[in-house]
């Protein structure tokens, strides 16, 4: 899919693409239609979905090209501003320092940016000002393209551990791989924190794992006409389930409940399918040549018996679990895993700011995209001011900014 120039002006940035998507979603909120992730969603029960909530987390893979775009040093190199977190917030917040002629920096714990949204890239969003509807992956990668116009560097693969305060008052951050980068701010974007993939505990899984076992998929078309099991029993679990059951030779799914936790109606419509369903029940071995997957050996946890199921493929859903890591540590007002903030993003710390899930303040709407979009450019506001303390901070538009109108209009 070919997707047009942004409109650059708040949510703008995912406008452009409705236009293009209108006429497709015509036809897609019946329950004759077909589920989700291969692109629609399977009844009018699942239209709803909050925006940035976390009910159960695949694991999504990066194309390889991914990871290598703007990977940067940054040692030597001074930044007016480091967002570290590449998520919705972090991509957004970027583009408007852009926009603030800052030079910026991002960096991503993760080799893919996006935060959650590829978690779940085939699901619609609908709770985007000014968007009717868009799936998860269409929104990252217009928010991508956006933070890149204005060119910041991009350090992907680094979670940043330390920070330190130097004399002339900048910042020196370390990350887990022993690089450091200078700044003179910081915003934190991290969302939830880092998303720790629950992974298949069973022998030699990681044998399997990137070639036919799955922490998620690019697309559903890789596992038509194969056998596919399914290990999870939350939302993310049952719309695999219902999304490969028209296109599979076989589904499965193995819960360790013996009720899923999923939404009531899809777990409706999954009985209503031909998938085997096999809860109080776990994977207990996986047996294969050659790196390829020819069956699982299945515990039933009620009757202690063991089953052989004859599958091809194996897609993991047992979520991830957030954590703040090392920056609990850093000395910020932290209550129950959320940054303490004022109204303009400011911590306890001077010259760090925060914005997004990670954030708490009076009258804080929580899991909530849009109240990202407007807490990131608060936040470098109130950096740019304090970078530049003898100047006054003026409001600036995007539909008079002198480069993003040369963009837009191709001139």
Known sequence: MA????????????????????????????????????????????????????????????????????????????????????????????????????????????????????????????????????????????????????????????????????????????????????????????????????????PNAERYEGRHLHYGADSVEQFRDKRVLISGGGDSAVDWALALAPIAKFVGIVHRRNEFRAHEGNVVQLLNTAAHIMTSSQVKEIHGTNNRINKVTIEQLDTQ?????????????????????????????????????????????EGIFAAGDVVEYTGKVPGLIAGGFTEGPAAINQIKAYLNPSQEVKPIWSTEHDKLLSIHHGS
């Open 305 to 349: 018996e063991d089953v052989e199921l004859e599958v091809d493929e194996i897609v993991v859903c047992h979520g991830a679990k957030p954590d703040l890591g090392e920056i609990k540590n850093w000395g910020l007002n932290i209550e129950q895993e959320r940054i303490i903030v004022d109204a303009w993003m400011k911590t306890s710390i």
């Open 3 to 202: 997707f047009p120039d942004p409109l650059y002006s708040g949510l703008g940035s995912v406008f452009a693409i409705f236009k293009e998507r209108s006429e497709g979603l015509k036809n897609t909120f019946t329950a004759e239609n077909n589920p989700p992730i291969g692109g629609r969603l399977p009844s009018t029960k699942m239209i709803i979905i909050i925006i940035g909530s976390v009910h159960e987390i695949n694991c999504y893979r990066p194309k390889k090209s991914e990871e290598a775009l703007g990977m940067t040093s940054g040692t030597n190199s001074f930044f007016d501003v480091t967002i570290i977190g590449g998520g919705p917030t972090g991509l957004f917040a970027a583009f408007y320092a852009g926009m603030r002629d800052l030079k910026t920096k991002i960096i991503e714990a993760a080799p893919f940016l996006g935060g959650k949204l590829p978690y779940y890239s085939e699901k619609f969003l609908y709770d985007v000002g000014g968007v009717a509807a868009m799936t998860a992956g269409d929104l990252k990668l217009e928010l991508e393209k956006q933070a890149r116009t204005f060119e910041p560097d991009i350090v992907y693969s680094q979670l940043i551990e330390r920070m330190e305060r130097l004399e002339d008052g900048t910042f020196r951050l370390t990350s887990n791989t022993g690089e450091t980068h200078l700044t003179r701010t910081i915003l934190l974007a991290i969302g939830f924190g880092t998303l720790v993939t629950n992974k298949l505990e069973v």
